[in-house]
């Protein structure tokens, strides 16, 4: 970054939907960064009095904060919202009930202004039920900060699903607004469509070494946990559509053979969320597309079994 040059705004975009419990210590967060040229777009989707005053009057604290108003209408919505609002030239979605390490965007920026990179991608890390901060089991090796291809950027979320999620990248606005990049209103699993959009669209992805820098707070009754169970067919028909979605991205960069693999084990996954016989039978047939192109011998015991219990008959593979 050159000396006498402008430090660029970060736009942060924070979706609400009550949880105060867990909003005050997440605003704190963004509004404690090293990095002060920042605003906090806070859209309130349609939250309860309570929140509505608490809001109010944490935005007369602090001028950095922007708090706008809708309908309750879903995240995806409130992300849009807030897209349209924001002026920084670099975009950050949070969520309102996690936390962001002080220096984040300090040495995101820095590592943009250095690299002259579109994309800046890091990992997370988890709060547990204790609030103590845990780290996942495995993640990139990555041992120092480096500029990636589109192709590594996308292996992330292939390799590591929590790579997905809009909190876990840094991206210029101009990525979205040239490509008329928005998040998938009304549905769930959105994520798995709009986070390899951008990736796809980043003309240089540089990963920020030595994380976690973002803390994902895993409770049971979040926004996805809550409508998964609440209209199961909905979900299936979303899930099939987003991943459905995210393989034509990936089919631009990789083989369809290992884009058949990652899709299999993506169907064995999710199929241990769901029993009825219907899904089950949906299941199977997405999965076994998906052998006949991977090949029955690549798979393990345990893979043919999950299959098999998926099947609605006992299949001639087997």
């Given at each position: ?25 997440a605003i704190k967060s963004i ?222 960069f990789f083989n369809e053979k ?61």
């Amino acid at each position: 970054m050159m000396k006498n040059e402008p430090e660029p705004l970060v736009s942060v975009i924070m979706p609400v939907y009550n949880q105060l419990d867990f909003l005050d210590p997440a605003i704190k967060s963004i509004l404690r960064q090293s990095y002060s040229n920042l605003e906090l777009i806070i859209v309130d989707d349609g939250s309860n009095l309570e929140t509505k005053k608490f809001l109010s009057q944490v935005a007369a604290s602090d001028q950095r904060i922007k708090i706008f108003h809708q309908v309750n209408a879903g995240q995806s919505v409130a992300r849009n919202n807030g897209l349209s609002k924001a002026k920084g030239t670099y975009i950050y979605f949070m969520d309102s009930d996690d936390l962001v390490d002080t220096d984040l965007f300090k040495q995101s920026i820095r590592l943009l202004r250095q690299s002259q990179a579109d994309l800046i991608i890091f990992d997370i890390g988890e709060l547990n039920e204790k609030n103590e901060r845990v780290l996942m089991d495995d993640g990139p090796n990555y041992q120092r900060s480096k500029l990636i291809s589109t192709e590594e950027a996308l292996s992330l979320i292939i390799r590591y699903s929590r790579f997905v999620a809009p909190f876990n990248y840094f991206a210029r606005k101009d990525i979205y607004t040239e490509n008329q990049i928005t998040f998938p209103e009304n549905m769930i699993f959105e994520d798995q469509i709009s986070t390899p959009t951008v990736y796809s669209h980043a003309g240089k992805i540089v990963f920020l070494a030595g994380g976690p820098f973002y803390w994902y707070r895993r409770r049971g009754n979040s926004a996805t946990g809550e409508k998964w169970t609440k209209n199961l067919k909905q979900t299936i028909t979303d899930l099939f559509f987003a991943l459905d979605k995210e393989r034509q991205i990936y089919l631009n960069f990789f083989n369809e053979k290992y884009i058949d693999n990652w899709h299999f084990h993506r169907m064995i996954r999710f199929y241990n969320f769901y029993f009825p016989f219907n899904i089950r039978k949906e299941f199977s047939k997405k999965m076994k597309d998906d052998i006949v192109s991977i090949g029955i011998n690549s798979l393990t015991r345990r893979e043919k079994m999950t299959y098999r219990a998926a099947s609605s008959s006992y299949i001639n593979y087997f």
